[in-house]
């Protein structure tokens, strides 16, 4: 595994929100998070989501949420149920084994952000 750090967070109002569309709710947590970290962009984005198929039928969410908050990098929406949210906290950091889905990148990055 390579060294990560946490160098920004966002995050959105806990409550039912259903005056805000999904895209709203992440832009708004992408953009809160890239303001802390005092960066203007990330390398790639991981999206957790596990409804979006069933109540939006919509399962290419990560490339929209990328194109929604105007980054053009690679993103994946990652789906494993009800710990969508939080699987994907390990996946910038690569995994010991062959299975990561992380790429294996030598030496720094802009950083990876990770929403759900």
Same mark, same amino acid.
């Given at each position: 595994?390579? %060294? ?7 995050? !959105? ?14 832009? $708004?947590?992408?953009?809160?998070? *890239? ?5 203007? =962009?990330? $390398?790639? *984005?991981?999206? =957790?989501?596990?409804? #979006? ?7 290419? &969410?990560? %490339? &929209? ?5 105007? *980054? ?13 949210? =939080?699987?994907? !906290? ?7 084994? #062959? #299975?990561?889905?992380?790429? #294996?990148? %030598?030496?720094?990055?802009?950083? $990876? *952000?990770?929403? =759900?």
């Amino acid at each position: 595994m390579r %060294p990560v750090a946490i160098i920004g967070i966002g995050q !959105t109002k806990i409550d039912e929100q259903w005056e805000k569309s999904i895209r709203q709710i992440a832009v $708004e947590a992408i953009h809160a998070a *890239l303001k802390d970290a005092g960066r203007d =962009g990330a $390398e790639s *984005l991981y999206v =957790g989501n596990m409804m #979006s198929g069933i109540i939006n039928s919509q399962n290419n &969410l990560g %490339p &929209l949420v990328a194109h929604w908050a105007g *980054l053009k990098i690679p993103a994946v929406k990652v789906d494993a149920a009800c710990g969508s949210g =939080g699987v994907g !906290t390990s996946w910038p950091a690569g995994s010991p084994d #062959s #299975s990561s889905p992380a790429p #294996s990148r %030598p030496g720094p990055s802009r950083g $990876e *952000l990770w929403i =759900g």
